[in-house]
């Protein structure tokens, strides 16, 4: 039999009624529990505040604040609420540090843990200066939240972890920051006080510091060994850290060096990483033992220039002034020992002048040309060099280019014929028509300065100033030239008579000599002129002369015996040449 539709109405609104009074059953009953529970929150709120229990109090006066099913005693229980504000602050407050701490310890966040630590360190003093509520409210909810332990705990595998860094670094040569800023960064109290905490820094940094020192001192040079000290020391420098256990590490480093510089005598090594070492202001301190084995090594090696000197082994000891001069000035010295070298072998002058020339016609000297030792000679490409070393102990080169085609025969060095007390370096030369060919050089502030140069079959010195050449291949060819010093250079001047120019009294000293003279012819007979001087008889003859004034080019040839009227006298005869009347 089926039902009617009115009938399942019926029924589905008797099912919907039961539910709806289920519900409202259901409603009542929570309201009827949580009327109970907020009665009896209250009342408990109400004890505990009685009994200053102030963070359960806020806890109870907060359920009852937030259960809102009935309305009881609620304009007392919001009083109640509001007084115990700060607590249920607190409690929001540590309870996000401890979230903030978890957060910053799970993903190794050093600094915002720090940042919690020093929060907390703040409100928990600021908190234990208050008395009652504030006070006990803090330290209830701070141990209800564990939040020392978990700071400690944090800080602890912070702490690990730095120190596992540094371990693993050492072991490995790989270097970092972090660990060492990290250690401290981590604060005292952690480490149990300051001096516990330095005491921890300095035993882990130390071999950190030094195997990166080492690292360094074999990848790099020096200067960038003392940058990194200097960087190091920079870094620890803003948390409070003199890193003190750098400098002995720097110290051992540059003398290990310097030792080992020392035993294979790489002198010029060794003052080079001295000098570098002094420099390093910050390392190079008073009672280092590198700065002693520098001072030693040097006062020892400048003794041993001094007794190569002394030896006679020249090069040697400029060699060994040139290399401590790149340490200390040792100029003085050198110019000593080039002084001493040049004066027992002059020829190193022009070596060291010209290395790599090859010297012929070499002459030496000492105290002239305006140095205390000189050397000149003549390279293979005909170049004239004179080196000097001058009475400051500094060496000049002076040097004049020859043609390619001169054959030098000799090189010596004369007294100047331009000027007295002056030198000069005189050369002799081939010469297709002449017996050679002479070329002169003075000097000047500027160089060689060309004396002279011709081809003759000799030349001699007239009078200063005056050269006689004979038989040069220009306007004297066949006679005696004679060439003046004019303007820095001899020149021809003009051809030198065949006679000598006298007065006639000392006609006597020049017999067979040609002689040019003037005279009064007093009288004439035929070719004979009679000339008296001095109560001396002197005829003239060859050539028909007149009384009076003449100019007479002769020679003396003999003398002979004479009348003159009555008498007879001995009489000069005088062959005539040349006469001006």
Same mark, same amino acid.
């Given at each position: 039999m089926q039902l009617t539709l009115s009938y399942r109405n019926a029924l589905r609104l008797r099912a919907a009624a039961?539910?709806?009074?289920?519900?409202?059953?259901?409603?009542?009953?929570?309201?009827?529990?949580?009327?109970?529970?907020?009665?009896?929150?209250?009342?408990? @709120? $109400?004890?505990?505040?009685?009994?200053?229990?102030?963070?359960? %109090? =806020?806890?109870? !006066? *907060?359920?009852?604040?937030?259960? +809102?099913?009935?309305?009881?005693?609620?304009?007392?229980?919001?009083?109640?609420?509001?007084?115990?504000?700060?607590?249920?602050?607190?409690?929001?407050?540590?309870?996000?540090?401890?979230?903030?701490?978890?957060?910053?310890?799970?993903?190794?966040?050093?600094?915002?843990?720090?940042?919690?630590?020093?929060?907390?360190?703040?409100?928990?003093?600021? @908190? $234990?200066?208050?008395?009652?509520?504030?006070?006990?409210?803090? %330290? =209830?909810?701070? !141990? *209800?939240?564990?939040?020392?332990? +978990?700071?400690?705990?944090?800080?602890?595998?912070?702490?690990?972890?730095?120190?596992?860094?540094?371990?693993?670094?050492?072991?490995?040569?790989?270097?970092?920051?972090?660990?060492?800023?990290?250690l401290m960064l981590l604060p005292a109290d952690f480490y149990g006080g300051e001096r516990q905490k330095n005491e921890k820094i300095r035993t882990l940094l130390t071999p950190y510091d030094a195997a990166r020192l080492d690292t360094w001192n074999a990848q790099k040079g020096l200067a960038d060994l003392f940058n990194e000290g200097g960087r190091l020391k920079k870094l620890y420098e803003p948390y409070g850290r003199k890193a003190d256990w750098l400098l002995p590490k720097i110290e051992q480093v540059v003398f290990g060096r310097l030792s080992a510089q020392q035993a294979a005598k790489d002198w010029a090594t060794f003052f080079q990483t001295a000098k570098q070492f002094e420099a390093a202001k910050d390392w190079a301190v008073s009672g280092s033992k590198s700065l002693k084995l520098i001072q030693d090594s040097y006062k020892s090696q400048l003794a041993a220039a001094d007794q190569l000197v002394s030896a006679g082994k020249f090069a040697e000891a400029v060699a060994l002034y040139e290399t401590l001069g790149t340490y200390r000035d040792t100029s003085a010295k050198l110019k000593d020992a080039e002084l001493a070298w040049a004066t027992a072998d002059p020829k190193h002058l022009l070596q060291k002048a010209l290395p790599d020339a090859a010297f012929s016609s070499v002459v030496t000297g000492q105290s002239q040309f305006g140095a205390l030792v000189y050397a000149a000679g003549i390279t293979a490409d005909n170049k004239l060099v004179l080196v000097r070393m001058k009475g400051d102990k500094t060496v000049d080169t002076l040097e004049a280019s020859l043609d390619k085609n001169t054959k030098i025969k000799e090189l010596r060095a004369a007294e100047s014929p331009a000027q007295q007390g002056a030198q000069a370096l005189l050369l002799q030369a081939a010469s297709a028509d002449r017996a050679s060919r002479y070329i002169a050089y003075d000097y000047t502030s500027s160089g060689l300065r060309k004396l002279f140069d011709f081809e003759a079959d000799g030349y001699q010195e007239e009078r200063p100033g005056v050269l006689a050449v004979d038989n040069d291949t220009g306007k004297g060819a066949g006679r005696i030239s004679l060439y003046e010093y004019r303007s820095g250079q001899f020149a021809f001047s003009r051809i030198k008579p065949d006679f000598t120019e006298i007065n006639l009294a000392e006609l006597g000293s020049y017999k067979n000599v040609k002689v040019r003279f003037r005279c009064t012819i007093s009288a004439v007979d035929n070719d004979k002129a009679f000339v008296v001087q001095g109560g001396q008889t002197i005829v003239l003859t060859g050539m028909k002369l007149k009384p009076g004034q003449a100019t007479i080019t002769g020679i003396w040839t003999g003398s002979e015996n004479i009348k003159r009227g009555e008498w007879t006298v001995s009489a000069m005869i005088v062959a005539v040449s040349e006469a001006q009347q």
């Open positions: 039961f539910v709806l009074m289920l519900v409202l059953l259901g409603v009542a009953a929570c309201k009827l529990y949580n009327g109970y529970m907020k009665v009896k929150d209250y009342e408990r @709120a $109400l004890l505990l505040y009685a009994e200053q229990d102030w963070v359960q %109090a =806020e806890l109870y !006066a *907060a359920k009852v604040v937030q259960n +809102r099913w009935i309305s009881y005693k609620d304009t007392d229980i919001t009083q109640k609420a509001d007084e115990l504000k700060p607590v249920t602050a607190i409690r929001h407050e540590l309870s996000q540090l401890a979230g903030r701490i978890q957060s910053a310890d799970r993903n190794g966040e050093l600094q915002a843990l720090l940042g919690v630590y020093a929060e907390y360190g703040e409100r928990k003093k600021a @908190a $234990l200066a208050e008395v009652g509520l504030i006070a006990e409210s803090f %330290a =209830e909810f701070a !141990a *209800a939240d564990d939040i020392e332990d +978990r700071l400690a705990n944090a800080l602890a595998r912070a702490a690990e972890k730095a120190e596992n860094e540094i371990r693993t670094g050492i072991a490995g040569k790989t270097f970092s920051d972090e660990p060492a800023i990290a």
